[in-house]
């Protein structure tokens, strides 16, 4: 039996959990940290497909952020627990995703967009993954 809450799946160590109810960036962050927990880091193959295949059917066609931002700095990513995103890690990008200054947030793309990565505004009201 997993060791995780109720309505909360689990993969390895960590437990997931997608959030339906639409926040923006600041805000999905105190909601996962009211669980103790973190935005959704998937920093290899099988996380990310996990978790794609756990906000499809729990969200449905839609955009989900993830913990993955550059708010700090522009340019220089950084997952929800500090550590960098450096070049060579695993990642899965949306080809004709452009980071901006505007667009310091990362969100999965809805499934008919092949549920890539793709930098969005952290002021969008959007579901998210916390782990």
């Known amino acids: 039996a997993s060791a995780c809450p109720q309505r909360n799946k689990s993969l390895e160590a960590n437990c997931y959990k997608v959030f339906t109810d639409t926040k923006n960036y600041e805000d ?3 909601e ?3 669980d ?3 935005l959704a880091t998937p920093r290899d193959s099988a996380t990310n ?3 794609v295949t756990l906000k499809n059917k729990v969200a ?3 955009y989900v952020r993830i913990g993955l931002t550059d708010h700090v700095q522009e340019g220089v990513l950084e997952w929800s627990d500090g550590s960098p995103l450096r070049e060579g890690d695993f990642n899965d990008w949306y080809p004709r995703s452009r980071n901006t200054d505007r667009k310091d947030c990362v969100d999965y793309q809805k499934a008919n967009r092949l549920n890539k990565w793709t930098h969005a505004s952290c002021t969008y009201q959007n579901m998210f993954i916390c782990q």
């Open 28 to 30: 999905s962050v105190l």
């Open 32 to 34: 996962c940290k009211k």
């Open 36 to 38: 103790g927990a973190i």
């Open 49 to 51: 497909q996990f978790l």
């Open 60 to 62: 449905g066609n839609t």
